[in-house]
């Protein structure tokens, strides 16, 4: 996959993203003042941002973040929907390109987004933009495969998903990571998180996803059929639970 590609994934999926996808938990970001000294006030460089979901855990808690979005539709919307804080910056950008200056950051953060970098490329960006004794938080939204709907609706995406097995973010590994912040050592914290679907909710969450088909495109009309079979299958109070394990990499380089 080329890089263009990457940055263009999610421009027609906009509003599913927004209105879909799970945020952070709050302990994210106790966690990283707890253990690395950020304090409010400080700034984040927020890489490959998105629409904002990952800025809005930090400016909510009182940080300035530098929201750095290579995908024009994604970083319009992150600006519709966070102008309104006076510390909030979007940047056309990449993670291997931000566009900051140096020494600009006290931590860098890549919400749901480090497995579309070239690391390779990205870690010396990231130490450009840092500050000395800067932090990196690498964090993801695990989606858990254990129980029955659980493997199921995993089932359903790998049988509808374009490329799924290829850009699953979980091939993202310890080692990489590792190799990443090397010869610097690394943290991983977990914390739980969960939403709760009606089967709209569920389409949309399945929807806001770049490997399977959009509402215009073939195979989209198979998928949602599936999709209603499955919620009716499991649905409890016709409600659907969808359970993450939120995962934080951390550390110094």
Same mark, same amino acid.
């Given at each position: 996959?080329?890089?263009?590609?990457?940055?263009?994934?999610?421009?027609?999926?906009?509003?599913?993203?927004?209105k879909?996808r799970?945020?952070?938990?709050a302990?994210?970001?106790?966690?990283?003042?707890e253990?690395? =000294?950020?304090? !409010?006030g400080? $700034?984040?460089? @927020?890489?490959g *941002?998105?629409?904002?979901?990952?800025? /809005?855990?930090?400016?909510?808690?009182?940080?300035?973040?530098?929201?750095?979005?290579?995908?024009?539709?994604?970083?319009?919307?992150?600006?519709?929907?966070? =102008?309104?804080? !006076?510390?909030? $910056?979007?940047? @056309?950008?990449? *993670?291997?390109?931000?566009g900051?200056? /140096?020494?600009?950051?006290?931590?860098?953060?890549?919400?749901?987004?480090?497995?579309?970098?070239n690391?390779?490329?990205?870690?010396?960006?990231f130490?450009?933009?840092?500050?000395p004794?800067?932090?990196?938080a690498?964090?993801?939204?695990?989606?858990l495969?254990?129980? /029955?709907?659980?493997?199921a609706?995993?089932?359903?995406?790998?049988?509808h998903?374009?490329?799924?097995?290829?850009?699953?973010?979980?091939?993202?590994?310890?080692?990489?990571?590792?190799?990443?912040?090397?010869?610097?050592?690394?943290?991983?914290?977990?914390?739980?998180?969960?939403?709760?679907?009606?089967?709209?909710?569920?389409?949309?969450?399945?929807?806001?996803?770049s490997?399977v088909?959009a509402?215009?495109?073939?195979?989209?009309?198979?998928m949602?059929?599936?999709?209603?079979?499955?919620?009716a299958?499991?649905?409890?109070?016709n409600?659907?639970?969808?359970?993450?394990t939120?995962?934080?990499?951390?550390?110094?380089?």
């Open positions: 996959m080329t890089a263009h590609n990457s940055t263009q994934r999610f421009g027609n999926r906009v509003e599913d993203y927004v879909y799970p945020g952070y938990p302990a994210v970001i106790t966690y990283l003042q253990q690395y =000294g950020l304090a !409010p400080n $700034t984040v460089a @927020d890489i *941002a998105g629409t904002g979901i990952s800025s /809005a855990l930090f400016l909510q808690a009182g940080y300035k973040v530098l929201a750095v979005e290579p995908n024009a539709p994604m970083r319009e919307k992150s600006i519709a929907l966070l =102008g309104q804080y !006076p510390g909030f $910056t979007a940047v @056309d950008g990449s *993670a291997e390109a931000t900051l200056p /140096a020494a600009c950051a006290d931590a860098v953060v890549a919400g749901q987004a480090f497995h579309w970098f690391a390779a490329q990205t870690r010396p960006e130490q450009r933009i840092l500050r004794g800067g932090v990196v690498l964090i993801w939204n695990e989606r495969t254990e129980g /029955a709907f659980e493997q609706y995993d089932a359903l995406i790998v049988r998903g374009k490329d799924y097995t290829q850009v699953d973010h979980r091939k993202t590994d310890e080692d990489k990571i590792g190799a990443f912040f090397s010869p610097s050592a690394f943290q991983l914290a977990t914390f739980p998180n969960q939403q709760v679907f009606d089967l709209e909710g569920l389409k949309g969450r399945l929807s806001s996803s490997y088909p509402a215009d495109e073939p195979g989209y009309g198979p949602i059929d599936d999709l209603k079979a499955l919620f299958q499991y649905q409890q109070d409600t659907i639970t969808v359970r993450y939120t995962k934080l990499y951390a550390g110094r380089l």
